[in-house]
């Protein structure tokens, strides 16, 4: 079993920027992504990177907004979520996810919540003036 550990939520006025951490123990390696519930909305997929290449993408309503990134010691992995010109739309609850199994790529993984089998406990962003 994989624990993944999240940090970083909080509240912020709209324009601001939060990050989000996320830890994953061991050596494995691991498709990763960050997934967002906003209030009275199923469970999206935010921004992806994969195991190998390092391949990102992104929701559209936050590229350019957004940047996922990795860091890999040997205690495990360290998943960023850099958040830039957040909106009172990003306000939701955002979890952490891996999976070592990602065959269909990361896009196609971002879009299936379901393909990933190790999740975070959730860390809440509010974005509100």
């Known amino acids: 079993q994989v624990h993944l550990v999240e940090s970083g939520g909080g509240s912020v006025q709209p324009g601001g920027s939060l990050r989000l951490s996320c830890v994953a123990p061991?050596?494995?390696?691991?498709?990763m992504a960050w997934f967002r519930q906003l209030p009275g909305r199923e469970r999206e997929g935010v921004a992806g990177?994969?195991?190998?290449?390092?391949?990102?993408?992104?929701l559209p309503s936050v590229k350019f907004r957004f940047t996922i990134s990795r860091s890999r010691d040997i205690d495990g992995t360290t998943l960023y979520l850099q958040m830039n010109s957040l909106k009172p739309e990003d306000t939701g609850v955002y979890f952490c996810?891996?999976?070592?199994?990602?065959?269909?790529?990361?896009?196609?993984?971002?879009?299936?919540?379901?393909?990933?089998?190790?999740w975070g406990q959730g860390t809440q962003v509010t974005v509100s003036s």
């Open positions: 061991g050596n494995s390696p691991y498709c």
């Open positions: 996810a891996a999976t070592t199994v990602c065959t269909e790529g990361i896009a196609a993984a971002l879009r299936n919540p379901n393909t990933f089998n190790y």
């Open positions: 990177i994969s195991r190998a290449s390092g391949t990102t993408d992104y």
